[in-house]
């Protein structure tokens, strides 16, 4: 590890920092372009993140104004590192070459490797020349919508920009690396109550169950609400049925084990299904659903909260959607942000308009959605779904584990911190938050 990480790392002044030399690579997690048939004819279960993701050092590109590097002590995985590492539903070496056609500093982009990761806290290592917000020495958290603020429609709902990217998806130089490159407008204050790899694990999912449940933007959940919520233990789901139950509304939460059962109620949800012991099989074959299944789903949900649904969070996408169209109820939503299972969807769309129902398609979040639910993370209201830690060298098992649904909530990362633990600068509010409200993945998974 370089001086100038050891030196983030144990709390160096902005000034120190100043004074180090910036090295000229980074040890970072990347797939090769090379390698991006690597897996062609292979089943998606069988492609193997443990294969083609590497670590090494990579070369650390030129800093553009509105720029800033960050010493990463922590990043986790997200599911959009499994798409990339089994090069799936296509190779993300072509979002990187149109980026790269954009401009001279899109250029820097469309390179034979890349460096994935969306989610990191850090330390602010240096700040280009037009960042005003943001000095040496910041810790940080770091959302992933990627803009370009000078393109009209970025304003509004940056979300809706016609060049909105991902940043570690869509964009080079991600959140897995020691040292990584990200937009000024990026950048969100560390929680203080947290360690590194507890405030590694949020913005990402975090940012897109606010915009699903919370914002206007998507499902703008109201008091009283009832919301299905398919994956509940999981990245995405996990902040979801605390966003609901923060905002006054009941989580019905489905997950399939009862391990998973007993973590829910660890988190406060009453209502839970598990689905591998309920046996739904809302497809017959590959090509027929059954709808008594639906309504089995249904009949159990109204069992518990004795209404149908005002909301449901759909991500499995194939397998489900079909069912979450049929148990919604009269001019309720369906608010999908994905599509694990497979994206060619297929319901029975009389279920849809004779009941007023509306599917909402939501992404990610746009800065001001990701900074009001980090601010949730800030205060304590929302906690971290932190199950398991690796470490960079691990990123392979890490992303394997995700994608063959091994784990609970999220995986954290280190990279730059030199162990687990580190970062808490406010140990009266983590104490006000409850160690155990904060840990309770993290002890479930003990
Ligand atoms: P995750 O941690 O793997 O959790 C997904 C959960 O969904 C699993 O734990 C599993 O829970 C459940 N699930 C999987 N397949 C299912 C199926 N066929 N039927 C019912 N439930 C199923 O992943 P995540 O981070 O929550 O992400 C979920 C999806 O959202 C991924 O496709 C990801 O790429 C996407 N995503 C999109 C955005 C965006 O901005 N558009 C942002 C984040 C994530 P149980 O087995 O316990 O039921």
């Known amino acids: 590890m370089t001086s100038l990480l050891e030196a983030a790392a144990a709390g160096a002044s902005a000034e120190d920092l100043l004074a180090i030399p910036m090295p000229e690579s980074t040890r970072a997690a990347f797939v090769l372009r090379s390698e991006q048939d690597m897996f062609a004819g292979m089943e998606s279960n069988d492609k193997d993140p443990r294969a083609s993701l590497h670590v090494g050092e990579v070369a650390i590109p030129e800093l553009a104004p509105d720029e800033c590097y960050i010493a990463v002590m922590a990043s986790s995985i997200n599911f959009n590192t499994v798409w990339t590492s089994i090069f799936e539903p296509l190779s993300t070496f072509g979002f990187l070459d149109r980026l790269g056609k954009e401009s001279i500093w899109g250029k820097r982009h469309a390179l034979d490797y890349h460096v994935v990761g969306s989610d990191a806290s850090g330390i602010v290592l240096r700040t280009g020349s037009a960042v005003r917000n943001w000095k040496v ?17 970025a304003h509004n709902d940056s979300m809706l920009a016609a060049n909105q990217r991902i940043w570690g998806f869509e964009t080079n130089f991600g959140g897995l690396a020691d040292i990584s490159v990200v937009k000024a407008n990026q950048l969100m204050p560390k929680p203080t109550h947290l360690t590194w790899e507890e405030a590694a694990v949020n913005a990402l999912c975090n940012s897109t169950a606010y915009r699903m449940v919370v914002s206007p933007n998507a499902g703008h959940m109201t008091q009283g609400d009832k919301v299905l919520v398919w994956g509940a233990s999981g990245g995405i789901g996990s902040f979801a049925v605390q966003y609901v139950l923060n905002g006054g509304g009941t989580p019905v939460a489905v997950v399939s084990s009862p391990e998973k059962v007993a973590l829910m109620k660890g988190l406060g949800v009453e209502h839970v299904i598990d689905r591998r012991e309920k046996g739904y099989k809302f497809w017959k074959d590959e090509h027929t659903q059954d709808e008594s299944e639906w309504r089995r789903l249904g009949k159990d949900i109204r069992g518990l909260v004795g209404d149908d649904v005002d909301m449901v969070f759909e991500h499995p996408g194939r397998s489900t959607m079909g069912a979450s169209v049929f148990v919604t109820k009269r001019a309720g939503k369906i ?68 994608h063959h649904n091994l784990h609970e909530g999220k995986i954290g990362v280190l990279c730059a911190a030199p162990s687990e633990g580190l970062g808490i600068t406010n140990p009266e509010l983590r104490a006000q938050v409850g160690e155990d409200r904060l840990t309770v993945f993290r002890r479930h998974g003990a």
């Open 335 to 402: 608010v999908t942000c994905a599509a694990t299972s497979g994206y060619m969807i297929e319901y029975d769309n009389r279920h849809l308009w004779m009941k007023l129902k509306s599917i909402i398609g939501s992404h990610f979040a746009n800065y001001r959605e990701a900074w009001a639910a980090n601010q949730l993370i800030c205060e304590g209201k929302i906690v971290p779904p932190l199950s398991a830690v690796e470490t960079l060298d691990t990123v392979g098992e890490a992303a394997y584990q995700v």
């Open 137 to 153: 020495g910041d810790q940080v958290t770091v959302h992933c919508n990627y803009v370009d603020d000078q393109d009209p429609s």
